[in-house]
């Protein structure tokens, strides 16, 4: 069965970096859109980055420049390496991943995935 979980979170400093990891088992890397999810109290939860069915990174507006989401496929390791945080990325960041589907002459991530436990990020001013 596919199991996550998450790493590297904790209360750091505006303007300093933090790597989430994910360490991953249960499938295939090939088979799975790979991405990082993050969700606040105040917020709706949100893709902050994702790793699409060809291996094409997206970004959400709000980290574009700052969040870099990568791989691993050697260790089962997914990562998020964030630079210059500021206090709206606080958070529990989820590391998810979902199936690839084809249909309809091209490939989709699924819908839905699964979900790590998550790791708290909190950025102080």
């Known amino acids: 069965q596919v199991h996550l979980v998450e790493s590297g979170g904790g209360s750091v400093q505006a303007g300093g970096s933090l790597r989430l990891s994910c360490a991953a088992s249960g499938f295939t890397f090939s088979d799975y859109c790979m991405g990082w999810w993050r969700h606040s109290p105040g917020k709706e939860r949100e893709g902050v980055a994702v790793i699409g069915t060809d291996g094409d990174t997206t970004y959400a507006e709000a980290v574009k420049g700052r969040f870099t989401i990568s791989q691993d496929n050697a260790n089962n390791m997914m990562y998020l390496d964030i630079d210059s945080l500021i206090p709206e990325d606080t958070a529990m960041y989820y590391c998810?991943?979902?199936?690839?589907?084809?249909?309809?002459?091209?490939?989709?991530?699924?819908?839905?995935?699964?979900w790590g436990p998550g790791t708290q990020v909190t950025v102080s001013s």
């Open positions: 998810v991943v979902n199936r690839k589907e084809y249909y309809h002459g091209r490939w989709y991530c699924a819908d839905h995935g699964y």
